[in-house]
């Protein structure tokens, strides 16, 4: 095993009884010191000294709650990304369209994905608006939230569902014109699968290839281990794969979605189970704020951005659940007694009412509370001081979605909801004083990796655009790294392996350019930059990683690509 003494200009070590040193020593891929270079060459001599120069190091930062796979194939080639960040306005949309059509041989179907009717500020394409622009080529867009899809004619062409539309299938529904023809829109899952099929379906690409294309974005943005929030069994081979590829950049979490049929069972991938093991299972308690299913006490504002974006007014309560109190009970009862970690997505106050209350039932039925075992909730955008105290005082901790605030801050404060609520978006002080050990994450593709601009977030309340609102929510920088740290780490059950520069964890590193207590707070993403990452020890080559991935025979894995179509973020 290799010994190595790594020596930077200074190191943030996440550890409260040393929270600083320069120097750490790694016996082959565990930390056996840290402090200074004296100390690290005193505990392993021999070692190779590695002179980091005026490199800060910090410990590798944890996505606690991302969706690799899918958001590999979502945006990454064949696909085009058009989502918000790469193409602000609906011009820029069209720029990509433009590009991708004159980029491609004439048959080739084009697919592009993070179309968002709140952010683009346009209402939502159909074959009338999508035709003028791609003539008779095989084209879908598919909307930033995985809810909806719009098509040319020419794909409903090749459905024969110009001369014959379809009954809408279980589950989802196709926009209809006046004359009962389809317009070429479908909403949620099963009619998005149905009406892209054509496209998706002759797309090529390698679904392999794409997942580890979205691995190496990860790790670019300093991430070295991650959570894949919607497992399922179709997904093994899959991961196998990428795992066998060479220097795989991250760590890897399993959440096995609670609609697939295996969900209760153990997963042995045959992988060293610090890289890659199953922790849990992910269940959707309510649905998008940007999309309007989720379960709130409040309703949305009437205004012509709410209108444009196709919201309904009113969120209905209890009604947006996606399950009943009595399902959830139902699924706690099946699960919980064999220990899984549960991870219920909630963005709506009560549908959190109702995910505690669930959480509650079956701690207590299954003697689980005081134990350990780390229930979690997430995104939590509209979740409550007092709520947060309630589920620390059950032992459920949260991870939080400072990207929706974000991105989404300027118009949920005021144009989507009263001040009250959107400027209150994410309450990370209240989360944080409650005791709930909030993590950050940026939910696989839905908003682009990047747990520096997270922090900043939350520290400054800023928007995308600088505006600042409820400044009253914001942390510390100690709390904000935190997040992407030791709480993050303490979320996956892996603070005994990773999260901090400590004797005895593996040797994760991110490489910052800058000391994130040096800068400006809110240019706090954009000055510190990211020069790499390590895992175990090793410093990650993206380049070997991404090779080896070429070689790897990616066929047997491409019924992912209509999984991708499948699973929903939020
Ligand atoms: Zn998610
Ligand atoms: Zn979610």
Not at 197 to 209: A, D, E, I, N, T
Not at 471 to 480: C, G, H, P, Q, R
Request: with cysteine; charged share 20%.
């Amino acid at each position: 095993m290799s010994k190595q003494i790594l020596t930077a200009s200074s190191i943030i070590t996440m550890n409260p009884d040393k929270p600083r040193a320069t120097a750490v020593a790694i016996d082959g891929d565990r930390i056996v010191e840290v402090g200074t270079l004296e100390q690290c060459q005193a505990k392993l001599a021999g070692a190779t000294v590695i002179d980091l120069g005026d490199t800060v190091l910090a410990p590798g930062f944890i996505e606690p709650h991302s969706h690799p796979l899918l958001s590999g194939i979502s945006i990454m080639a064949p696909a085009h990304y058009i989502a918000p960040w790469v193409a602000p306005t609906w011009d820029d949309v069209v720029a990509i369209f433009k590009k991708a059509l004159a980029e491609s041989p004439a048959d080739a179907s084009l697919a592009f994905f993070g179309f968002d009717k709140l952010l683009h500020g346009v209402d939502a394409p159909n074959a009338a608006t999508l035709d003028p622009i791609f003539g008779d080529r095989l084209a879908a867009v598919i909307d930033n939230s995985g809810h909806a899809a719009y098509v040319t004619t020419a794909v409903l062409k090749a459905l024969g569902w110009e001369e014959n539309p379809p009954e809408n299938p279980v589950g989802g529904s196709y926009g209809r014109n006046a004359d009962g023809g389809l317009d070429g829109t479908a909403e949620e899952v099963s009619a998005i699968l149905a009406i892209t099929l054509p496209v998706l379906g002759k797309l090529g690409g390698s679904p392999l290839h794409q997942a580890a294309e979205f691995l190496a974005l990860m790790s670019r943005a300093g991430i070295t281990s991650t959570s894949e929030m919607t497992y399922a069994k179709d997904y093994e081979a899959g991961y196998q794969a990428l795992f066998s590829m060479p220097g795989c950049p991250v760590r890897i979490s399993l959440y096995h979605m609670s609609t697939d049929p295996t969900c209760g069972d153990k997963v042995d991938l045959g992988i060293d189970p610090s890289r890659i093991r199953k922790q849990g299972i992910k269940l959707w308690a309510d649905g998008s704020p940007w999309t309007g299913n989720i379960a709130t006490s409040f309703d949305y504002l009437d205004t012509p951005t709410v209108k444009r974006a196709g919201i309904p007014l009113q969120t209905g309560g209890s009604k947006a659940m996606n399950y009943t109190r009595e399902q959830l009970d139902a699924i706690l009862d099946k699960y919980a007694p064999l220990g899984w970690q549960m991870a219920f997505h909630v963005n709506g106050d009560i549908g959190l009412d109702i995910v505690l209350d669930a959480y509650e039932n079956a701690l207590v039925k299954y003697s689980l509370l005081g134990t350990d075992h780390r229930w979690r909730i997430e995104h939590v955008g509209a979740g409550r001081g007092d709520q947060f105290q309630r589920a620390a005082s059950l032992g459920v901790i949260a991870s939080l979605a400072p990207f929706q605030f974000y991105y989404w801050g300027d118009l949920l404060d005021g144009q989507m909801f009263e001040t009250r609520i959107g400027a209150n978006w994410g309450r990370f002080k209240a989360a944080f004083d409650a005791g709930v050990r909030p993590s950050f994450h940026n939910d696989g593709s839905v908003s682009p990796p990047n747990p520096l601009l997270n922090m900043q977030t939350a520290v400054t309340r800023r928007t995308s655009t600088g505006k600042v609102h409820g400044i009253e929510n914001a942390v510390t920088l100690d709390e904000a790294l935190a997040a992407h740290t030791t709480n993050a780490a303490y979320i996956l059950h892996r603070d005994h392996e990773i999260g901090s520069i400590e004797v005895g964890k593996y040797a994760d590193f991110t490489e910052l350019s800058a000391d994130p207590y040096e800068v400006a707070p809110e240019t706090l993403a954009s000055d510190v930059a990211v020069k790499g990452t390590w895992s175990s020890g090793v410093r990650v080559d993206l380049d070997a990683f991404l090779g080896g991935g070429a070689a790897t025979d990616g066929a047997p894995h491409q019924h992912l690509a209509a999984k991708a179509q499948e699973d929903k973020c939020c």
